[in-house]
C-alpha cells in the first residue's frame, strides 16, 4: 500500500446512510412539516418502518448506537407504550398505504420482551396495511432465548442480524463484550429452530489489540454458521460523540496502514469463502436477495445501511429514529423525556430534519450510486470545478476514473469510496460535524 493511500485512509467522511446527513439535519423541520409530508403521500405509495428500542442490558465501549443501559422493566414497558401511541399518530396519516418492510433497531430490542414484541406487532397489524416482505429484527446474541426467538416467529420475523463483531477472547475484553463461540451458536440454532433462517453478523475490524489473524479466525468461524449476510465494519473511533468510547484503550487501535490491510485480508478470505462483496462493506450468498439486487442494480442505502428496501417512505419510530420521505428527512427527539412530551401530549415526536432541494436530490442520488456500485451517471449534472479539485488527488492515484458524464471507483479505488461521495457533498464542512476514518 503507498503512502499516499495511507494518507486518505486518515481522512475522515460521513458514512452516507443518507443525504444531505444527519448533522445538516434542523429544528426548521418540525411535527408540522412531517405531519404534512406524511398527508402528501399518495393512497399508493409504500411503507418502510423502522422501530428502535434504545436501551441495552450493558453498553459495549465500540458501541455508536444511540442507546442507554437499563436493568429494570419499568422504564422499557413506558416506553413500549410510547412506541404504541406513535404508531397510532403515524397511522392516522397513512391508513391508505401498504407497509413493504419492517425493522426492529437498537440497542437492543429484545429488550421489550416477548409479551411486548407481541403486543407491539400486533399494533402494527392493526393500524397499517401491513404486507412486509421483510420483517427484521437486530439481536444480541448473549440475550438469545428459546422464549423470544418463539416469540419472533410468531409475530412474522425473516430475518435476524446479530452483532458478532469478533470471536477472539482477547479483543472480547478490551471492547468490553464477552461472548463465546458456543454462545453464538447456541442462538443461531434456537433461531434456525424457529423458522427464521436468513441471519446476518456483523463483524468488526480495527478494533483494540485485534490483528488481521484475529479477524481470520472470526470469519472462519462465523463462516461455520452459514449466515447468509456478513456485514464488515470498521470501529468508528469517535469518543467527543460517543463518551463511553473513552473506555477503549485508543493507543491499543490499529493504524491506517494496518486497518486497511485487515479490511483487504477480510475480503479476501470472504470473497473466497464464496461470498458476493456487497458496496463498501456488505457480503452475502450467491442467492440471498441484497447479492441479487446488487446484481441488478437496484441496491439501495438507508439509515439501516445497504438494503434491498425501495419503499417509497421510511417512518422511524421511537426516540432519535429517523425516517425518509420524497420530501426530505426527520428525527424525533433523541432524548426520552423528549419524546415523551411529544407522544403523550399526542403530537409527532419530530424536532429535526431537512427539506430536500433540486441540488440535493441530484447529488443525493449520485450519492448513492456510488456507494452502491462504485459508479454514478452524472446524466446533465456534469462536473463543476469544486467536484473535479475534491476528486483530483484519488484520481491522480489511480483509484477514480472521471470525465464530465461518468465517475466511477477503480478496484484499488474501492475502499475509498466515501472520499470520492464526499467530494458531491456541498453541506460537508459547514457546521462542526466530526466524521469517522473513511477505512
Known sequence: MTSKACIFAEQAAPRYTSYPTAPHFT??????????????LP???????YLHVPFCAELCHYC?????????????????????????????????QTVTSIHWGGG???????????????????????????????????????????ALGKIGVTRASLGVQEFAPHVQHAIGRIQPFEQVAAGVGMLREAGIGNLNFDLMYGLPHQSADDI??????????????????????????????????????PGASERLAQAEAAREMLVSLGYVPIGLDHFARPGDGLALAAAAGRLRRNFQGYTTDNADALLGIGASAIGGLPRGFVQNAPDI?????SVENGRLATVRGIAFTADDRQRGRIIERLMCDFAA????????????????????EGLVTIDNRR????????????LAAAAFDTYLGKGAARHSRAV
Request: net charge negative.
Open 216 to 253: 481470520g479466525r472470526s470469519i472462519s468461524l462465523a463462516h461455520q454458521l452459514t449466515p447468509s449476510r456478513i456485514a464488515l465494519f470498521g470501529y468508528a473511533h469517535v469518543p467527543w460523540l460517543k463518551t463511553h468510547q473513552r473506555l477503549v484503550d485508543a493507543a491499543a487501535l
Open 407 to 418: 465517475v466511477a471507483m477503480t478496484q484499488a479505488g474501492r475502499p475509498f469510496v466515501r
Open 27 to 40: 429544528a426548521a423541520v418540525g411535527p408540522e412539516t412531517y405531519a404534512g409530508w406524511l398527508e402528501e
Open 43 to 49: 393512497d399508493e405509495a409504500t411503507l418502510s418502518l
Open 108 to 150: 437492543t430490542p429484545s429488550m421489550l420482551g416477548p409479551d411486548r414484541l407481541i403486543a407491539l406487532s400486533d399494533r402494527l397489524a392493526a393500524a397499517f396495511n401491513c404486507a412486509p416482505a421483510e420483517h427484521a429484527i437486530e439481536l444480541d446474541p448473549r440475550h438469545i432465548d428459546r422464549p423470544l426467538v418463539q
Open 377 to 396: 451517471e452524472l446524466d446533465d449534472f456534469g462536473v463543476d470545478s469544486a467536484v473535479a479539485e475534491a476528486l483530483a488527488p484519488l484520481a491522480a
Open 337 to 341: 423525556a423528549g419524546y415523551a412530551r
Open 64 to 96: 455508536g448506537c444511540h442507546t442507554k443501559v437499563v436493568r429494570r422493566r419499568e422504564p422499557i414497558e413506558a416506553y413500549a407504550g410510547l412506541l404504541e401511541r406513535e404508531v397510532d399518530l403515524l397511522a392516522a396519516r397513512t391508513a391508505q
